[in-house]
């Protein structure tokens, strides 16, 4: 007896985010959330790392966190405090790692940790859409940290917090990704890590530092974490969804056990995946380094390509913000083209994008961008996708004009 | 740098539960957590399931959801609706199954779906401690639902229910564990089944269901589930933790799409972890009547052997509910022993049980009980930890007097 409608929904809490509506069919030309190439998952190796690691401590399974810390299976904050030392500079014991299902639960986490009802946090411009839902959720407001082609503008940002001060306020936390930021692409430089973190002490407003892509860097490393200038200001979270997949779900907090202490009291689920997380460290404590290698090339690779094809395409209408990394490109459009109306019209020939004003603080802000994610669409897909998108965009709103130069669609 | 202290703490939320402190060592004799036999996970069945099915899906990983649906991997949710449908009288939809990690998010699920701080809910007399604990940190107030041998007695749960109408309140739930009640291991009867409904209609309050161990039942199946007999009033929650493993963190709800819709928009986690989710799928698919048949037969034995021992060392001391499955025993004493006490005095020669206030909706109905978990312990650490439990007992509270048939103790 297959039921659908229920007798108890005015049970139902007062505040409560929209509805899900059942899922639609994928779109063929998919650049529209941060997948991966299925390419650049090592399969062989997953099966060797999962035999192995299961014929070592898959009894341990009968036992909540395999008999280990809450803070989540030792060897994969091994992995972690590792490679954040290796590459982001920070050097913390695997007791202030806190292994998490995805990055979005550290978010869940750090938000219950500091945040109320009513507060305030300040988030950059523009931003991950999942953090402004949460947010909304909570009923906590957001304002907006201005943000340019090196990341957060500090004397912006300086502006922001002081106007509150004067109103008698103080945000919660500034909420940064600050290597390789979502949407835009950018790396913020080590001034202005340093600026951002007088700020914070001139405040008291503490540094949520997002260094989800951090590993997916075209050259070289960045200036370090923020968390690695300074701890006692900073809650860092990083993940392994944009490193190794995103199915996985594997994130991580790193944090003073004071907070780590607080977090694990309500991270009331029992601890995180264990095979998921077994299966991650037994692969990267020998192939991290190799693996990022491989995958970085593969995405830099697509995001040529990509660039190419909205310049063949969009011309001088699209203005990409070329990212030093990671997974997305941020695509500014002229007054004429509404992104909202575009995402709509391009998901009717199956091509899916997103529209800027999910991915702005202040929705108005992103009205004539996109953001267009090369992970998991192919080399073709991008051509003809973007092709398609052009087209889309010239019926509706007349603009990229279409010229001789279109014929060599799809043959680059 | 490794860093304990941080500089923000006076930005913390208002409202947090009290912080955890770090790990102690493990206790030698754990009677004390849901923990399940390491001798029952199939390790040789589970490498060559994580081969065949990293095999066929593994490129997946790359996508979240691995590409599927946002309720989860659809394997799972079709063993899911498949034990349901053959053990537990459920006809459901794969598309009413929400693949959860761990029962615990499921909880958080249903919490969130129907709960605003200051609510009231209605909780059995006995209950699972972490229940207890997310409706206090929520702000929630939960009343008792008087149990007896039988489960939930229904002239009193009737009782509560007209107090409150009395009082201008209704309950926003009834939470019950029908099929082996934690901890006091009954099952509610098919007639008693039909009255809760009865109940919850006439009071206008949804039923929250948890089945967690309703697959380890020692002698045939359980009347149906609630969620069988109407499932627009019931939210039936359940979980692989005790049927396969607790570390991998899988649990369910089943509910109509106008309940499950609305939870899939606060599940922002990106999914649950995919490899916990493509093994148990790949296993249980062949698995699961024979996995569970030889577990049940295990737990089975090690709960005779831990009843004998209690017998044998406490006597007439102890009154043992003997469960009809899962993983625990109830055991009420006498008002001369302290749980809380016995349990600390326990700890320090290498016990944990768990006392008594901690399972009960109200703590002082508890004062003279304990739970204890037979799933990790070996028969050798029954005999030796009751033996032990009741040196303990007998030095603290001067019960059980200690006779003539102790020296046996271990030999057993």
């Not at 998490?100 to 009802?117: A, P």
């Not at 690695?228 to 979270?237: G, K, N, S, T, Y």
Request: glycine letters at 8%; aromatic letters at 8%.
């Amino acid at each position: 007896m297959t039921q659908d409608r229920i007798s108890y929904a005015s049970s139902f809490a007062t505040r409560l985010p929209p509805a899900k509506a059942r899922e639609e069919a994928t779109k063929k030309y998919n650049f529209g959330t941060g997948h991966n190439d299925p390419e650049a998952i090592p399969v062989d190796d997953f099966i060797a790392a999962a035999t192995n690691v299961l014929r070592r401590d898959g009894k341990k399974l009968a036992v909540y966190s395999l008999g280990g810390s809450a803070l989540g299976y030792q060897p994969l904050r091994e992995v972690v405090a590792d490679k954040l030392k290796r590459h982001r500079g920070v050097d913390t014991s695997i007791d202030n790692v806190l292994i998490t299902s995805g990055s979005l639960q550290g978010m869940d986490l750090v938000n219950s940790l500091l945040l109320d009802h009513g507060d305030v946090v300040i988030i950059e411009q523009f931003s991950y859409v999942s953090a402004f839902s949460k947010l909304k959720w909570l009923g906590v407001d957001a304002l907006a940290a201005p943000l340019d082609e090196g990341g957060i503008d500090m004397d912006g940002l300086a502006a922001q917090l002081e106007q509150l001060k004067s109103q008698g306020r103080k945000a919660k936390y500034i909420y940064t990704i600050p290597t390789i930021q979502n949407p835009t692409g950018s790396i913020l430089s080590l001034e202005r890590r340093h600026r951002l973190i007088e700020l914070s002490r001139q405040y008291d407003v503490p540094i949520f530092e997002d260094e989800c892509y951090a590993d997916l860097i075209w050259a070289g490393n960045a200036p370090p974490a923020l968390y690695a200038l300074a701890p006692d200001r900073v809650i860092h979270i990083g993940s392994f969804s944009k490193t190794l997949a995103p199915a996985l779900r594997l994130g991580y907090v790193v944090a003073p056990w004071e907070a780590l202490g607080q977090m694990i009291a309500f991270k009331s689920d029992g601890g995180t995946g264990a095979l998921d997380q077994m299966l991650a460290a037994e692969f990267l404590r020998e192939h991290f380094d190799s693996h990022v290698e491989k995958l970085t090339k593969l995405l830099k690779g697509k995001l040529d390509l990509l660039v190419e094809a909205i310049d063949r395409e969009f011309g001088t209408v699209a203005n990409v913000q070329v990212p030093l990394g990671g997974l997305y490109a941020w695509v500014r459009f002229p007054d004429s083209i509404d992104a909202r109306r575009l995402a709509q019209e391009a998901a009717k020939v199956g091509v899916a994008i997103n529209p800027g004003p999910d991915w702005a603080t202040v929705p108005e802000e992103g009205t004539h961008s996109i953001r267009l994610c090369f992970g998991l669409v192919t080399e073709q897909q991008i051509n003809e996708g973007i092709a398609l998108l052009a087209q889309v965009s010239h019926d509706t709103f007349g603009v990229p004009v279409r010229s001789g130069n279109r014929a060599n669609t799809g043959n680059a």
